[in-house]
T-cell receptor, first 113, second 113 residues
Framework: AQSVTQLGSHVSVSEGALVLLRCNYS??????LFWYVQYPNQGLQLLLK??????LVKGINGFEAEFKKSETSFHLTKPSAHMSDAAEYFC???????????FGTGTSLTVIP | NAGVTQTPKFQVLKTGQSMTLQCAQD?????MSWYRQDPGMGLRLIHY???????DQGEVPNGYNVSRSTTEDFPLRLLSAAPSQTSVYFC????????????FGNGTRLTVT
């Protein structure tokens, strides 16, 4: 089974600062990779998904993720944080032809005015 | 476009009671799944289904039953509720394409006293 590690359960950034949320996966074969965002009392919404062959994936709300096979990482970034970015972020992986998604434990992002 | 609909949104049960959490999707997705979300543990898969009449266990299936009689519906049954089942439950579905993301409902917050 896959494992997904999100370093830092809580991240605080100032408004306008760079957002960097880390995600590492365990498989030597690159799985399908996703980032989700969860606002309070809501379900998870897709931010972006990895597309085979791409190293930089663009998502909604100005977020991007960089795929690094050598580091088995799929870190999420946004150049300039906005107050509305405060939420919980989850990295998820799904194996080729697999039926299960594996989620990280989440990173809570706080944006300081 | 309703997507994934979960009912109820909130529920309080006494220990030993049974109940069914409802999930319906209108996207003609063959794959449906149930997760529970607990603080610090991310999302854990309870049961999933790859089509009508087919179900399988996930990571934490004990105490829960599912059935899939139609493509649209995937109810989750708690047979005899326990305080350890206090959690937020999410239903999610996905399409057939390998890198299809999961689409989530808004969740059911269950408290067992």
């Amino acid at each position: 089974a896959q494992s997904v590690t999100q370093l830092g359960s809580h991240v605080s950034v100032s408004e306008g600062a760079l957002v960097l949320l880390r995600c590492n996966y365990s498989s030597s074969v690159p799985p399908y990779l996703f980032w989700y965002v969860q606002y309070p009392n809501q379900g998870l919404q897709l931010l972006l998904k990895y597309t085979t062959g791409a190293t930089l994936v663009k998502g909604i709300n100005g977020f991007e993720a960089e795929f690094k096979k050598s580091e088995t990482s799929f870190h999420l970034t946004k150049p300039s944080a906005h107050m509305s970015d405060a939420a919980e972020y989850f990295c998820a992986v799904s194996e080729w032809a697999g039926n299960q998604f594996y989620f990280g434990t989440g990173t809570s992002l706080t944006v300081i005015p | 476009n309703a997507g994934v609909t979960q009912t109820p949104k909130f529920q309080v049960l006494k220990t030993g009671q049974s109940m069914t959490l409802q999930c319906a999707q209108d996207m003609n997705h063959e794959y449906m799944s149930w997760y529970r979300q607990d603080p610090g543990m991310g999302l854990r898969l309870i049961h999933y289904s790859v089509g009508a009449g087919i179900t399988d266990q996930g990571e934490v299936p004990n105490g829960y039953n599912v059935s899939r009689s139609t493509t649209e519906d995937f109810p989750l049954r708690l047979l005899s509720a326990a305080p350890s089942q206090t959690s937020v439950y999410f239903c999610a579905s996905r399409g057939r394409v390998d890198n299809s993301p999961l689409h989530f409902g808004n969740g059911t917050r269950l408290t067992v006293t």
